[in-house]
């Protein structure tokens, strides 16, 4: 299955197969409808529908991607078919009344004969199901246990809507999850608005569906029962649909998983009792009894965004550019010029004075990083699988290099050679002149980390928890793992380097043998990378916190909680540390004594580092919008 989307495919307590003689002809690419959404490729197909990607040409600048959802009216039996009629439309009509981060978003809904459309945002990622298949072994339980507070969250929201709504189908495959671990909840087909004492069709999943569902009922517990089994599902890697029917507490969870906490396991199996009443009543009250399973209290994980007064801030907006995407790279000043890349497939590049567009330069597929400039020209990297160089004063095309797999890393320039890695696996040194492959290094894993540089050493991380150290000629000086991924770059000097996993761990290993000397448990992934200045280590973590962390001991000298996750790297700048969260705002903090001094807040999660340059802050956010900053009375 296609990153993006889960399968569309319905395996429900009511099917019915299709004669494969009489199923509707895909759409090709290329095709357009309504004049509007071009047909890039399929990304999955069930029984009752087809998922494609498409391209919105009516963004003729950009590339704006998005999920075309189609259902055909080509089922035999009538009654069926009109069952399918409504669910679509229903799903429609229902997904346009939301709006929660974890909800995809709706743009158009249309019909052309018989063929039923909803055009819906387009989610990088892959659904929980497809995780599981490709992981080997078990699945981290703190990773899990993090997908499930999300759920958690979201079902809170549909559950308090005036009247409430049940999901009715909660499962792996309807559970998306996108690069930087946020959760989405996908295919509101079967979803329903909750009246008391109101009977529904059997309609479900078996195996997730709790024995009131197959009784046509269902109210917000139904949903709490199809997280329990979801869990167990992910921990044990038993799939529900292949076992008997509620035997979930036949298999104990800790006999096939041990690295379950029992706390833990008993939250899933409270979920999962049989009789509604002795489940947890609401999906706040399992959100906190998963917390507390791990030893986290709902107050840690839910900060309070800090009091500060918009007066208090020491900044006026001076321009304000948006984009047609996410923006999850940092802004790159140089020449005069702000260089800026979206998931729209640009790099903009920007009056660093007033915003205005100089030149814009489309890839074929989001971009991911930042751009590295090197004298007159700039590299950049996009899921496209390519590498681009680009004259900087015109965006003029210099050369591409393609790699075997998407880059979402942000490309480092040293000495003419431009370092990189890709999702191939490799690690690649390219010459910045020409683009000619001097050396590749095959690392075995994805890699989404960019390189730390000291000296003639450069430091990589890779998703399978590697940490290796290289040479300039490509050769490996020592290798670390760590027992999660490193998506976070390193930070190195020529006594330490230092990377965060989603391990939850932060490590400091010996930049000459890569022994670690020592190592810092957060309460949560660590995708921030790691900047030091006077002996002291700042970093981010998923868990809400800055911490400022002794380099020599690893100690915490004190620790700053924002109001969502701290995924961006952290920026120093005379005295203060700033860093953007993923509650949208971008804090600054006193850098010897942690106190919050102002903040500044965008509409949409920040996780990437602010560009400081000639007394403008630049500052970029998932709300598509970059911003500028200027000192007030300046």
């Known amino acids: 299955m296609a990153p993006g989307i889960p399968d569309p495919g319905k395996r429900g307590m009511e099917t019915q197969k299709l004669d494969p003689t009489q199923m509707p002809t895909l759409l ?10 071009r047909i890039e490729r399929v990304l999955g197909a069930g029984g009752m529908s087809t998922v494609y990607l498409a391209l919105d040409l009516r963004f003729p600048s950009v590339r704006r991607l998005c999920a075309l959802k189609e259902m055909i009216s080509h089922i035999p039996d009538p009654r069926m078919r009109a069952l399918a009629q409504q669910s679509f439309e229903r799903e429609a009509a229902m997904l346009a009344t939301l709006s929660h981060p974890a909800i995809p978003k709706i743009y158009d809904y249309f019909t052309e004969g018989e063929r039923h459309y909803l055009v819906m945002e387009y989610i990088p990622g892959e659904d929980l199901e497809t995780r599981l298949r490709r992981t080997e072994g078990m699945l981290p339980v703190e990773e899990v246990v993090s997908w499930a507070v999300q759920i958690c969250d979201v079902l809170h929201y549909l559950h308090s809507q005036q009247p409430p709504i049940i999901f009715r189908d909660l499962k792996p495959s309807n559970i998306m ?36 569902q197959y009784r046509g009922i269902a109210d917000p517990r139904t949903d709490i029962y199809a997280l329990g089994a979801t869990l167990h599902h992910l921990l044990t890697r038993q799939d529900p649909r292949l076992e008997p029917p509620f035997s979930f507490h036949e298999r104990p969870i800790r006999r096939v998983n041990p690295a379950v906490p029992e706390a833990l ?10 009789d509604p009443d002795r489940r947890f009543q609401s999906a706040m009250e399992m959100k906190q009894a998963l917390l507390a399973a791990m030893g986290m209290s ?3 994980r839910s900060p309070a965004i800090p009091s500060v007064r918009a007066s208090s801030t020491p900044y006026r907006v001076k321009w304000v550019f948006a984009c047609e995407d996410e923006i999850r790279s940092r802004p790159v000043a140089a020449e005069g010029m702000l260089f800026v890349t979206s998931y729209d497939h640009n790099v903009y590049a920007l009056s660093a004075e007033d915003g205005k567009l100089r030149w814009k330069f489309a890839a074929e597929d989001g971009i991911g990083g930042a751009v590295a400039v090197a004298g007159d ?8 699988h390519r590498l681009y160089a680009l004259r900087i004063q015109d965006g003029q095309l210099l050369w591409t290099m393609e790699a075997g797999g998407p880059i979402y890393t942000t490309p480092r320039i040293v000495a ?15 010459d910045l002149e020409s683009g000619r492959v001097l050396w590749r290094v095959d690392l075995a894993a994805p890699i989404r980390s960019s390189a730390g540089f000291y000296g003639e050493t450069l430091v990589v991380g890779v998703e399978d928890g590697g940490v290796y150290a290289l040479d300039m000629r490509g050769n490996i000086r020592w290798q670390f793992t760590a027992r999660r991924g490193v998506t976070a770059s390193p930070w190195i000097d020529a006594e330490l380097a230092v990377v965060g996993s989603w391990d939850w761990h932060v490590y400091a290993l010996d930049a000459r043998t890569g022994w670690a000397v020592w190592r810092f448990r957060t309460g949560r992934p660590v995708l921030s990378s790691p900047v030091a200045a006077e002996g002291v280590i700042y970093v981010g973590s998923a868990d809400g916190f800055l911490y400022a962390l002794n380099a020599r001991t690893g100690n915490p000298n004190w620790r700053f909680q924002t109001g969502g996750q701290v995924n961006a790297p952290p920026l120093l700048l005379e005295g203060q540390v700033l860093v953007g969260s993923t509650d949208g705002r971008l804090y600054a903090v006193d850098a010897r004594t942690g106190n919050a001094l102002w903040s500044f807040q965008t509409e949409g999660p920040i996780v990437s580092a602010p560009e400081w340059w000639e007394g403008t802050l630049y500052v970029t956010s998932m709300d598509h919008r970059v911003y500028a900053l200027s000192p007030v009375g300046a």
């Open 416 to 430: 003419g050679v431009v370092f990189f890695g890709a999702d191939d696996g490799f690690f690649y040194a390219v």
């Open 377 to 384: 020209r700039l590299v950049v990297g996009s899921l496209d």
């Open 28 to 37: 090709k690419p290329g095709e357009v409808l309504q004049g509007r959404y």
């Open 265 to 274: 396991a008993q939250v899933i199996m409270r979920a999962l009792e049989y």
């Open 298 to 300: 709902a107050a840690s």
């Open 177 to 212: 999850v996108d690069p930087y671990g946020r959760v989405f909840l996908v295919d509101f087909g079967i979803a329903k608005v909750f009246q008391a004492g109101q009977r529904g069709t059997m309609i479900g999943t078996e195996g997730y569906s709790p024995p009131e």
